[in-house]
């Protein structure tokens, strides 16, 4: 899909990059030329991600262990990718924490727990790297994993789905501020890609996972190359006039759940005769 070298000597920042839609991405930047820094909380899931990457495309993996919860921690992994790498050209925000839960039994620790990640976390990030290129006056491009329920709002997920909703507003208030210092910022929304770790957590049995296949439009599930297609793309250079925009991807889920009259797909062909002259 792209030239291999659409991301030559980018040096790009994934959060949560050692696993999952993270790891999918962190990859494919490489395989596109970038430099990858992965962070995560631990230390031995980033090396076994790093030795990975390293036999499959040479040492262009550095990895850093920290907690986006603590802004201080942020700071000081931001300040050393600075020292010991000259900075960073790209930043992507996809670390999460989600649980399925009915919001009536969750307790305020429990809705800090998915907030401080992924609101206050991203915010961290963000304005850590913002503030050194800005001072820098070094164009730069930010990307952050949202979702489609950013914008709906979704039962059993709210702490995810305000925190969601919270990053999508800083994606289009810094696009307004540091566009013209030559800094865009863009979301992704996308629907169900499988992970392990997302799944063993959303997914509670088979028969979810199939009704939620089945609605749809498609018909299936995300595959990770199309997603991080997609992130390649928005964080390249090639998409240097988008800025502030986000981009579902999501096979028509949302819509679907959100059309009026979706629910006469359970018609049959002989109900479908009898509505015509009705
Ligand atoms: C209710 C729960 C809970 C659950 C934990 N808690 N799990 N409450 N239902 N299922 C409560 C605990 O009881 C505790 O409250 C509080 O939350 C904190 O629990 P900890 O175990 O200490 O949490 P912590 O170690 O901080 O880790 C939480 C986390 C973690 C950050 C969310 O699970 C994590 O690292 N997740 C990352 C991976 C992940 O979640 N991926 C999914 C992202 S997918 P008390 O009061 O008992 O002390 C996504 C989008 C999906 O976001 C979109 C699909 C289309």
Redesign the pocket.
């Known amino acids: 899909m792209f030239l291999t070298d659409l991301l030559a000597d980018k040096r790009i920042l994934v959060t949560g990059g050692a696993t999952g839609l993270g790891k999918a991405m962190a990859r494919r930047f490489l395989d596109l030329g970038a430099r990858v820094t992965l962070c995560g909380r631990r230390e031995a899931v980033l090396q076994e991600t790093k030795a990975e990457f390293d036999a499959a495309v040479g040492e262009r993996t550095a990895v850093h262990a920290c907690d986006l919860r603590d802004p201080e921690a942020v700071e000081a992994m931001v300040a050393a990718i600075w020292a010991d790498q000259g900075g960073l050209d790209i930043l992507v925000n996809n670390a999460?924490?989600?649980?399925?839960?009915k919001s009536e039994?969750?307790?305020h620790?429990?809705f800090d727990?998915?907030m401080a990640?992924v609101l206050h976390g991203t915010g961290y990030v963000t304005l850590a790297a913002g503030k050194r290129w800005l001072a820098e006056r070094r164009p730069a491009s930010v990307l952050s994993i949202v979702?489609t329920y950013a914008w709906t709002g979704s039962p059993y997920v709210m702490p995810?789905a305000m925190a969601k909703a919270g990053v999508l507003a800083m994606t289009r208030s810094l696009a307004a501020e540091w566009g013209d210092r030559g800094i865009r910022l863009n979301a992704i929304a996308?629907?169900?890609f499988p992970t392990e770790?997302?799944w063993q957590?959303?997914v509670p049995n088979p028969d979810i996972e199939a009704a939620w296949k089945a609605r749809i439009p498609l018909g299936r599930f995300g595959e990770h190359q199309e997603l991080t297609d997609l992130a390649a793309y928005l964080v390249s250079d090639r998409s240097g006039f988008i800025n502030g925009e986000v981009v579902t991807i999501d096979g028509g889920e949302w819509l679907k759940g959100a059309a009026e009259f979706a629910l006469m797909e359970q018609l049959s062909d002989e109900e479908w005769a009898a509505m015509k002259g009705r």
């Open positions: 999460a924490g989600n649980f399925i839960a039994t969750l307790s620790r429990a727990a998915i990640v979702t995810s996308p629907g169900p770790g997302a957590r959303l």
